[in-house]
């Protein structure tokens, strides 16, 4: 398969340059694959021996498939309620948004049904191709744990009374309980226990993040010094940046050893405020959605760890708790990326932070980038930056047919 674009944004920095750098672009420009991986891309004409171009792509930009670390549910389905045809809708539907690869993520419940939940996440996976299956849907890069181990004081959409001490029994049993398929786990550092804890997931492969927390900018450097190497969506559910107490806000845009992910709807966090962040820790951003299962469905009532939502429809508007508490989000991957743009962040940033930053921090330097022996997951977004047609593993599972 050989494409040609009049514009390509690989989301791989140039040679030599440092690894947050911006990503290159090529206008016009190639990219042809074989059996899955990329194996040819530059700039200008393909050469002649790639033959002819199989599709040419006159307009908008084409990039790696977009990657999204957080998403609770989308098309009315609730991951920690699910069954396999609702996944399976999930991993299908989601090209749409020119997302090819993804966390489910549960978030805290009474802790029985959230060890469970992952018990049927695990015995559900596998019959659909388990974390990296290829087409016809979304890969599956494993699962988001956010909770239970979260602080009362910063608990956001979350239950407090369901929210637990990290102690080394609980983390073990809900490890067992996905059967591997922990990949991140969203924590206070500031509980009893959270340090070795931390210790512990971290020598598991688990990638552990500090969220829904009332740090202090000390104990969110502990955490780092112990192997956290994340903040979940920046600003909210945790202690905000003081001029005398930078608070997980301020240590995690000034620590380098953490990126923080960003919930990119300009409702969670002001277009001006996200500029910042992007300016403050560059390379170091990351987009998710944050999407319930409202996502992509009609104003309505739906769930969000066992307990209801409301979305109002329209405006890209959060869903809500009936205290007004903001709930996950209805938003696009896509409309992350173009959300950032029309905040003032150069495309080439956004469209990293939604591909190669989230890819490299999840340990799979195989996705999320334009380049030789990458996966052929790609996403064309419009001249508007919505998604036009995306493919998976070489596979075309969006738009319409273009060969």
Not at 374 to 395: K, M, Q
Request: charged letters at 15%.
């Amino acid at each position: 398969m050989l494409i040609t674009a009049a514009r390509i944004m690989t989301a791989a920095p140039p040679a030599g340059a440092p690894a947050g750098g911006a990503a290159t672009v090529l206008a016009p420009g190639y990219v042809a694959w074989h059996d899955g991986r990329i194996t040819a891309m530059g700039g200008g004409k393909p050469p002649a021996r790639l033959g002819k171009p199989d599709v040419a792509l006159a307009d908008g930009v084409l990039l790696p498939g977009l990657v999204d670390l957080q998403v609770n549910g989308y098309f009315g389905v609730e991951f920690g309620a699910t069954d396999a045809a609702g996944l399976a809708t999930v991993l299908g539907r989601l090209p749409e948004t020119g997302t090819t690869a993804f966390l489910p993520t549960l978030v805290t419940s009474p802790f029985d049904l959230m060890r469970a939940s992952l018990s049927r996440a695990a015995a559900i996976l596998p019959g659909l191709g388990g974390p990296g299956n290829a087409a016809p849907g979304a890969r599956v890069l494993g699962i988001h744990l956010e909770g239970p181990f979260l602080s009362p004081k910063r608990p956001g959409a979350h239950n407090p009374e369901w929210m637990l001490t990290p102690d080394a029994g609980r983390v073990d049993e809900l490890l067992a309980a996905g059967s591997g398929l922990v990949r991140l786990l969203t924590m206070a550092p500031e509980l009893d226990g959270a340090m070795a804890a931390i210790r512990h997931l971290t020598a598991s492969g688990v990638l552990v993040s500090v969220g829904h927390s009332d740090a202090t900018a000390q104990q969110v450097s502990a955490a780092a010094m112990n192997g956290a190497r994340m903040v979940t969506h920046l600003f909210n559910a945790q202690r905000p940046m003081h001029h005398r107490e930078p608070g997980v806000v301020g240590q995690a845009l000034s620590d380098g050893r953490l990126v923080a992910s960003l919930i990119a709807d300009l409702h969670h966090v002001a277009g001006q405020v996200a500029a910042i962040a992007f300016r403050a820790a560059p390379g170091r951003i990351c987009l998710v959605t944050d999407a319930a299962a409202c996502a992509g469905m009609p104003g309505g009532r739906y769930i969000l760890g066992g307990e209801p939502i409301e979305l109002a429809g329209g405006d890209g508007e959060p869903p809500v708790r009936a205290d007004g508490t903001m709930a996950g989000s209805a938003l696009r991957m896509d409309s992350a990326v173009a959300n950032m743009v029309a905040a003032g962040v150069s495309l080439a940033d956004a469209v990293a932070a939604a591909t190669r930053i989230p890819a490299d921090l999840i340990g799979r330097p195989d996705l999320g980038r334009i380049s030789v022996s990458a996966a052929a997951d790609l996403t064309w977004l419009g001249d508007d930056l919505r998604a036009r047609a995306t493919w998976i593993g070489g596979h075309q599972v969006f738009g319409a047919a273009l060969s």
